[in-house]
């Protein structure tokens, strides 16, 4: 069995149906979707506000990988090119952490770095991943409440929580 935490981001289109389309796509292993929250930017790319939200997901045959494969399946699906590092898309599907039947795994590939490095510096995942899971720890790092005090009372000033959304089609969270 593995267990995993993905955050998604949208900020082309319409960011709530690349989101809602993320969550139906991962529905058959959904544990819990966070609340939707509306952040600026980061990066440095001129683009609009991102749509965030966190997925708890659970399988017993899927590894690290096979979660990696399932989200760049929904991003190419939402039609995400890769032009700008950290710019503008459809839909962004990240590998947050995955837990394994021996514990955290731990992947130092570039293609899948496990526990993704930018969660630390990250109100954006670590917010909607603390309102699924407030005893959360990122491997390596500490809890998620303290890696988000750590941030600093501003962490999240460009962040606003949207309770007008939910990612169910038919407006209930899964």
């Known amino acids: 069995m593995t267990r995993a935490v993905l955050s998604l981001g949208s900020n082309l289109g319409d960011r709530l149906a690349h989101l809602r389309a993320a969550v139906a796509g ?15 930017p980061w990066g440095g790319a001129d683009q609009d506000d991102f749509l965030n939200a966190v997925l708890i997901v659970d399988d017993l045959d899927t ?5 990696l494969r399932r989200g760049q399946d929904l991003e190419q699906a939402a039609g995400r090119v890769r032009t700008v590092r950290w710019g503008p898309r459809t839909l962004d599907v990240d590998v947050v952490a995955v837990d394994g039947p021996d514990g955290p795994v731990r992947s130092a590939d570039p293609a899948l770095l496990l526990p993704h490095p930018g969660t630390p ?6 917010r909607p991943w603390l309102d699924l899971d407030p005893a959360a720890v990122l491997q390596g790092h500490g809890t998620v409440a303290e890696l988000l005090a750590a941030l ?5 000033a460009g962040m606003r929580r949207r309770d007008d959304l939910t990612l169910s089609p038919a407006g209930r969270e899964p």
């Not at 991962?26 to 600026?40: M, Q, R």
């Not at 590894?63 to 979660?67: C, F, H, P, T």
């Open 26 to 40: 991962f529905a058959d292993v959904l544990v819990a979707a966070s609340p939707v929250y509306e952040t600026a």
């Open 63 to 67: 590894d690290a990988w096979g979660w």
């Open 121 to 126: 510096e990250r109100a954006t995942v670590l």
């Open 152 to 156: 600093g009372p501003d962490a999240e």
